[in-house]
T-cell receptor, first 114, second 112 residues
Framework: AQSVSQHNHHVILSEAASLELGCNYSYGGTVNLFWYVQYPGQHLQLLLKYFSGDPLVKGIKGFEAEFIKSKFSFNLRKPSVQWSDTAEYFCAVNAGNYGQNFVFGPGTRLSVLP | EAQVTQNPRYLITVTGKKLTVTCSQNMNHEYMSWYRQDPGLGLRQIYYSMNVEVTDKGDVPEGYKVSRKEKRNFPLILESPSPNQTSLYFC???FGVGQPQHFGDGTRLSIL
């Protein structure tokens, strides 16, 4: 069965600091990878996705993620965070081709201090 | 406006009293799914549906039922709710399996 781990439970940064959130998955085949963000009191919104091609994908609000197949990783990055990035971030995996279910990581809470 | 609508948003009820949480999407999506969100566990998939009359279990289906009689609707049914089903529930839909999902605003259920 697929599983997704996110290394950090809670990350606290000051504004303008750089961000990297780790995500690792366990599945040996083709995967579709996603990062979602959940702002306080809101539903999940898609930040970015990887299906195939260039392993460095860019998403909304200046976020990007790099797929490293050999490490089964899909880390999320942002060069300079803002207070408005305070939210919970979820990595999700869907087994490619005929995979029908989604597996989410436990989430990483990001707090950005003004 | 493209959206996934869940009702109710909040519900407090008692053990054993059947309840249904409705989910409706207006994007003609084929794939729909239910998740529960619990602290420290992220989102766990309860059931999903590939299309009308096609449903399957996710990772945590025990105690839940679903149906997909129409493409736009995917209700979640708790026949005999128990306190361990107290959680935040999200419905989501997408054009197809593996595609980015659109999420509803969530339903907070408290089972006493």
């Amino acid at each position: 069965a697929q599983s997704v781990s996110q290394h950090n439970h809670h990350v606290i940064l000051s504004e303008a600091a750089s961000l990297e959130l780790g995500c690792n998955y366990s599945y040996g085949g083709t995967v579709n990878l996603f990062w979602y963000v959940q702002y306080p009191g809101q539903h999940l919104q898609l930040l970015l996705k990887y299906f195939s091609g260039d392993p460095l994908v860019k998403g909304i609000k200046g976020f990007e993620a790099e797929f490293i197949k050999s490490k089964f990783s899909f880390n999320l990055r942002k060069p300079s965070v803002q207070w408005s990035d305070t939210a919970e971030y979820f990595c999700a995996v869907n087994a490619g081709n005929y995979g029908q279910n989604f597996v989410f990581g436990p989430g990483t809470r990001l707090s950005v201090l003004p | 406006e493209a959206q996934v609508t869940q009702n109710p948003r909040y519900l407090i009820t008692v053990t054993g009293k059947k309840l249904t949480v409705t989910c409706s999407q207006n994007m003609n999506h084929e794939y729909m799914s239910w998740y529960r969100q619990d602290p420290g566990l992220g989102l766990r998939q309860i059931y999903y549906s590939m299309n009308v009359e096609v449903t399957d279990k996710g990772d945590v289906p025990e105690g839940y039922k679903v149906s997909r009689k129409e493409k736009r609707n995917f209700p979640l049914i708790l026949e005999s709710p128990s306190p361990n089903q107290t959680s935040l529930y999200f419905c989501a839909s997408s054009f197809g399996v593996g595609q980015p999902q659109h999420f509803g605003d969530g339903t907070r259920l408290s089972i006493l």
